[in-house]
């Protein structure tokens, strides 16, 4: 069974830092990796995808994420956080044969000016 | 860029009736699904749709049903509402007539809050 563990509630940096939001995840086979964002009362923003290839993805807004196979972890980054960036993030896996994305339980990024 | 429009954005019911949500997905996307995200939770996946066919089935309760009609846009029809199905509901679309490798993003809508008193 697909699992997506996201084991911060609530990831708290200072403007300017460089940020990262944790997911580890558990598929049978080849995963798909995601990362969206959700502002609040918003619908779900994609921000980056891990499909195959270079192990550092690059996608919205200057974020970032690298897959690491060994220790089955898609760590979302940023160099340089924005007060902006403040929103709840949310880590996903989709098998290849199966249409449904499982989410993690989300992390809440705060970004203190 | 068009993205997934959703109807209508909020909907207020009582118990036990019925409740109808509207999805139209991106320009030449094929392939509809829904997700219920209740209060402080992660979206769950109900079901999905790939040329007006059921792709897929997740945690939709038997109450509920959907459908994806031949303008590819999708409707779930929720009947005898009860309170626990206060929630947001998503709507996702992407493309997936170009091949396998195109099954990878599902672009959200804004979602469609719904309160059932």
């Known amino acids: 069974a697909q699992s997506v563990a996201q084991p911060e509630d609530q990831v708290n940096v200072a403007e300017g830092n460089p940020l990262t939001v944790k997911c580890t995840y558990s598929?049978?086979?080849?995963?798909?990796l995601f990362w969206y964002v959700q502002y609040p009362n918003r619908g779900l923003q994609f921000l980056l995808k891990?499909?195959?290839?270079?192990?550092l993805v690059k996608g919205s807004y200057g974020f970032e994420a690298e897959f690491n196979k060994s220790q089955t972890s898609f760590h979302l980054k940023k160099p340089s956080a924005l007060v902006s960036d403040s929103a709840l993030y949310f880590c996903?896996?989709?098998?290849?044969?199966?249409?449904?994305?499982?989410f993690g339980k989300g992390t809440r990024l705060h970004i203190l000016p | 860029a068009a993205g997934v429009i959703q109807s209508p954005r909020h909907l207020i019911k009582e118990k036990r009736e019925t409740a109808t949500l509207k999805c139209y997905p991106i320009?030449?996307?094929?392939?509809v699904y829904w997700y219920q995200q209740g209060p402080g939770q992660d979206p769950q996946f109900l079901i999905s749709?790939?040329?007006?066919?059921?792709?897929d089935k997740g945690s939709i309760p038997d109450r509920f049903s959907a459908q994806q009609f031949s303008d590819y846009h999708s409707e779930l029809n929720m009947s005898s509402l009860e309170l626990g199905d206060s929630a947001l509901y998503f709507c996702?679309?992407?493309?997936?007539?170009?091949?396998?490798?195109?099954?990878?993003?599902?672009?959200f809508g804004p979602g469609t809050r719904l309160l059932v008193l």
């Open positions: 996702a679309s992407s493309w997936r007539t170009s091949g396998p490798a195109s099954r990878e993003t599902q672009y």
């Open positions: 598929v049978s086979g080849n995963p798909y």
């Open positions: 891990y499909i195959t290839g270079d192990n």
């Open positions: 996903a896996v989709r098998d290849q044969e199966d249409d449904k994305i499982i």
């Open positions: 320009p030449r996307h094929d392939t």
């Open positions: 749709f790939y040329e007006k066919m059921q792709s």
